[in-house]
């Protein structure tokens, strides 16, 4: 089993940053992958940004040059960097880990209880 704690989350102006942390614990065996999620009210969820195993990121268009994933694989940990924030960025933000436990021969997705950002004018 894999568990992800999410941290970070808060209120703060249009134009401010934040930077939202998730670790992940547990008999750890690899993690393929990372990902930020977020869904607002009224809205389905939406991939924000991912980091794979070898470094490369992707991101959701509404986010590029405003956010950066990071990834410490030496503490199983991921951060969102998150600046120029705006109101539309309000949402329940989620973790996401692709992983595999020990005493699991399949890999799986790993969700942390998520976190809230309120952004706001």
């Known amino acids: 089993q894999v568990q992800l704690v999410e941290s970070g989350g808060g209120l703060v102006q249009a134009g401010g940053s934040l930077r939202l942390s998730c670790a992940a614990s547990g008999r750890i065996f690899s993690i393929n992958r990372m990902a930020w999620y977020r869904q607002a009210p009224e809205k389905q969820r939406e991939l924000v940004a991912v980091?794979?195993?070898?470094?490369?990121?992707n991101y959701a268009e509404s986010v590029k040059g405003r956010i950066t994933i990071t990834r410490d694989a030496t503490k199983n940990t991921v951060y969102l960097q998150m600046n120029s924030l705006k109101p539309e960025d309000t949402a329940v933000y989620y973790c996401k880990s692709y992983a595999k436990a020990y005493g699991w021969s399949i890999w799986n997705d790993y969700w942390g209880q998520g976190t809230q950002v309120t952004v706001s004018s």
């Open positions: 980091i794979f195993s070898d470094g490369s990121t």
